[in-house]
């Protein structure tokens, strides 16, 4: 079982739509984030939160310390937000991936 | 800031060949990360200095990869000899201390 989970795998929306993704940790951390790859490749720190909320434009990323469990949502989706969302959990001192989310949002 | 920079883009070697991946992190960050992505296991670390000091290598897969880091302004990724499973993209990135880390482009590399 991986120490950080993701779901879903793979996600299609239309744009517009409201999007949420999940990801379960099972170790401790000190920190969570949220990442961003685009299909070129590159790789962007999207949300470093380790408690409560955090919004940043039509994005908002929560986590909830005593569940193990962050949500990334994403508000009046755009084709433009399709990437790869990774979320990663820093446990002493080192970052563990999850596998990521494929988000295509459609026109 | 230019941000962290990684050369080459691209490096395209023959199996048994040395590869040299080189990375320059943001000026005053003083943690340095190598990655590496595949398809298969996603995102790994591999390495990570803090201060310049290699803290776990623990993620290095075997003997050939080796990662130094002289100053805090340069650090190399070196596999000798590489091998085709050696495939993927790597990456750096930095931070200061446990604050939300830059990454450069990367390196995808092929080894054939």
């Known amino acids: 079982k991986n120490e950080v989970e993701q779901s879903p795998q793979n996600l299609t929306a239309q744009e517009g739509e409201f999007i949420t993704i999940n990801c379960s940790y099972s170790?401790?951390?000190?920190?969570l984030h949220w990442l961003q790859q685009h299909p070129g490749g590159g790789i962007v720190s999207l949300f470093m939160l380790s408690s409560g909320k955090k919004k940043h434009g039509r994005l908002i990323a929560t986590i909830n310390i005593q569940e193990k469990h962050s949500s990334l949502h994403i508000t009046a989706s755009h084709p433009r937000d399709s990437a790869v969302y990774i979320c990663a959990v820093y446990n002493t001192d080192k970052l563990i991936f999850g596998t990521g989310t494929r988000l295509q949002v459609f026109p | 800031d230019a941000g962290v920079i990684q050369s080459p883009r691209h490096e395209v070697t023959e199996m048994g060949q040395e590869v040299t991946l080189r990375c320059k992190p943001i000026?005053?960050?003083?943690?340095l990360f190598w990655y590496r992505q595949t398809m298969m296991r996603g995102l790994e670390l591999l390495i990570y200095f803090n201060n310049n000091v290699p803290i776990d290598d623990s993620g290095m897969p075997e003997d050939r990869f080796s990662a130094k880091m002289p100053n805090a302004s340069f650090s190399t990724l070196k596999i000798q000899p590489s091998e085709p499973r050696d495939s993927a993209v790597y990456f750096c990135?930095?931070?200061?201390?446990?604050?939300?880390?830059?990454f450069g482009s990367g390196t995808r590399l092929t080894v054939v």
């Open positions: 000026s005053g960050h003083n943690s």
């Open positions: 990135a930095s931070s200061l201390s446990r604050a939300r880390p830059s």
């Open positions: 170790v401790g951390i000190s920190a």
